[in-house]
């Protein structure tokens, strides 16, 4: 299971952190990500993390926002910087083994529950 957390209201220029805890060995060992989707709006990748930690990013936040993971806590996280009001968003965790294509969504098997994140001008 996958369990979202951290999300809330910002003004733009401020920063966030998100966490999701991750349950069960084989989530954690595989790739690893964040997406998001706004009203309206496909839902599309934020950050991945690879399984040997690689990290991929968004064009859109590539120089803002930093993925990282916590093996011994089974953790993910996601540094947002410098956010702005296009960040605006539900953000979800995500997982899978061997994702087709890292920055896919429908690559992702298993899915948390999200977490709002709004960004005020």
């Known amino acids: 299971q996958l369990a979202e957390s951290g999300g809330g209201s910002v003004q733009a220029g401020g920063s966030l952190r998100l966490t999701c805890s991750v349950s069960?060995?084989?989530?954690?060992?595989?790739?690893l990500g964040w997406f998001r989707q706004a009203p309206g709006k496909e839902r599309e990748a934020v950050a991945i993390?690879?399984?040997?930690?690689?990290?991929f990013y968004g064009d859109s936040v590539k120089g803002r926002f930093t993925i990282g993971k916590d093996s011994a806590k089974n953790t993910l996280y996601l540094h947002m910087n410098r956010l702005k009001s296009d960040d605006t968003a539900m953000y979800y965790c995500?997982?899978?083994?061997?994702?087709?294509?890292?920055?896919?969504?429908?690559?992702?098997?298993?899915w948390g529950q999200g977490t709002q994140v709004t960004v005020s001008s």
């Open positions: 993390i690879s399984s040997d930690d690689s990290p």
């Open positions: 995500a997982a899978d083994r061997a994702p087709a294509r890292i920055l896919a969504p429908e690559s992702y098997k298993f």
């Open positions: 069960g060995y084989t989530y954690f060992s595989g790739y």
